[in-house]
Every structure is written in C-alpha cells, then in structure tokens.
C-alpha cells in the first residue's frame, strides 16, 4: 500500500525532467561543438567562401616578381642589365622614386632658400611607384608646404636633416593615404640640398 507507483504521483515528474535536460544539454553541447568546428574550419582556411586578400600593396621579397612593376623606360628594354639582388641585409627589395624637379623654397623665419632634389623608396610592389608619379603635383605641394615651415637651423644639423626627411615621408604618405587609401613610403633621401 504505497502510492509511489500511481500516476500523478510526485516522484516520477522529475526522473521524467532530469531526462529532458540531459537531452537539451547534449543538443546543446552538439551545437556548440558543431559551430567551434565550423568557425575552426573558416579560421584555418578550410571554408567555401572567398579568401580576403590583402589590403593595399604588398612587400616585395628579393628575387619576387612584381605584379605592378612600372612599365620599363626608354632605353630598359632588351640588352639592359637587370638588377642583382645581395645574400644579405634587408628580406625585402628596395624600388626608389625619385622627383621630377627640384624644390626651392623658402624657410621658416627666414631670409634663405633652400634648394632641394629628392627621392623616396619604398619595399612596397610598384603601385607605390605608379601611384607617386600619378599624385606628384598634389605631393610636391604637401612638401613645399611643410619644407617652408621647416626653420633654417634645422637644415645645418644631421638631426633636423632627419627631421625633415621624417615629415617628407609622412606627408607624402598622408597624399597616398587620402588618393589611394595606402602609403608605402619608407623614407625620403636628399639627392641634394643647397641653403643659399
């Protein structure tokens, strides 16, 4: 005469909801597990769906063939000597530009000139290049800019020179940045300087 067996009785509702959660728990514990794994397979370049290349241009290793390397000037055609890379130093090749013009300009509070021919490089692919000789006007604007705001004691010192080279850079960047949405510019390099 005992009533645990009746239906209605209060001890088999919870062996009958124990057993439901152990269910919901597992289902959910399989899709967990089955996201991980898919989100595993997306990380590791297992997935279908299409791979995001890199954004802007790339670091050319030495040896690389560069897909947007400039068009080859007159007189680079057949017969001309192609570049031989060193064992050592830098891993990566080293493309330079190099300004049309001069800049002459004046200095900040000051009665001088100055007189400059200017490159810059870069360990960029060629679009840097392209992209420096397509945007020269804006870019030289930008550096005459910041060369009169440079003041005349900064152009005797080596630590001024290389201020001055630091903002170049910067500032032909900032143009990249703004025309092209990239920079690449390493450094920028007096080919000469005359303060008169």
Known sequence: MSDKGKKGDGEEKPKGKGKMGLILIGVGMLAVGGGGAAGAMMFLG???????EPKGPQLIKKGETDPYAPPAAEGEGEGATHEVEGDGGDEYRTAYYTFKDEFTSN??????LVQL???CSTRRDGRVLLWLAKHELAIRSNMLAVI???PEDDMYTIQGKDKLQKRLTKTINDVLKKKEG???VDAVYFRTLIIQ
């Open 46 to 52: 297992g997935g279908h769906g299409e791979v995001e």
């Open 107 to 112: 200095l900040k509070d000051s009665d001088s």
């Open 117 to 119: 021919a200017l490159a």
């Open 148 to 150: 009169a705001d440079t």
């Open 182 to 184: 990239y920079g690449g």
